[in-house]
């Protein structure tokens, strides 16, 4: 919500989530990409570091009302632009225990 008070705080969509914030209700939020418990991944380091874009992953999230699974997060998928990227395809980089 601190970015959400002053950026598009007329949609209905955010109002629902600032009614969430003000109740200090969890938000019931509908996952849709979900990885199982024994694969490590980290938003830090494909965005920050390797610079990969939000939509490589999730599609053209900025476009779109709503939101359903565009893109693949299966192992193949994983490895296919590690493959691309020159990025370790070791097990243990996504199956360490960390
Ligand atoms: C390299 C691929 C990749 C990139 C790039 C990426 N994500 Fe993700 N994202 C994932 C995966 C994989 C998951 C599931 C993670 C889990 O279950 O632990 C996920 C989960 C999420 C979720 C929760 C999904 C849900 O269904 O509730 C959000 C929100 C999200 N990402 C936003 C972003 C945003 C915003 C960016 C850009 C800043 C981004 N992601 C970039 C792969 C990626
Ligand atoms: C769009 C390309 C892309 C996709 C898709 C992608 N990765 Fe990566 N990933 C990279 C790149 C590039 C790096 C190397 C980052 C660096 O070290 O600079 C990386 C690094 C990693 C690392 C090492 C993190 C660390 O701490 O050094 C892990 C773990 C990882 N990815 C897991 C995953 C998993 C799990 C998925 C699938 C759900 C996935 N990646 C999908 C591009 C991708
Ligand atoms: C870049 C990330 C990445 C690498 C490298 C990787 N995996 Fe995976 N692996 C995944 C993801 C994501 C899943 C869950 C999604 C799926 O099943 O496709 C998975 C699922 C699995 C599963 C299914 C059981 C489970 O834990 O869900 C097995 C078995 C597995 N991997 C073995 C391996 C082996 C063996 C290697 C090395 C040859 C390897 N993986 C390398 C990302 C990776």
Redesign the pocket.
């Known amino acids: 919500m601190g970015c959400h008070l002053t950026i598009k705080k007329d949609s209905p969509e955010i109002q629902k989530l600032a009614g969430f914030a003000q109740q200090k209700k969890p938000i019931p939020?509908?996952?849709?990409?979900?990885?199982?418990?024994t694969?490590y991944?980290s938003?830090e380091v494909?965005?920050k570091r390797?610079k990969?874009?939000?939509?490589?992953?999730?599609g053209p999230?900025s476009e779109r009302d709503f939101?359903g699974?565009e893109?693949s997060?299966a192992m193949a998928d994983?490895m296919e632009?590690h493959d691309r990227y020159k990025a370790s395809n070791d097990c243990n980089l996504c199956h360490d225990s960390h």
């Open positions: 939020w509908a996952r849709i990409y979900k990885l199982p418990r694969v991944f938003h494909h965005y390797a990969v874009d939000c939509s490589a992953c999730h999230v939101l699974q893109k997060i994983c632009c």
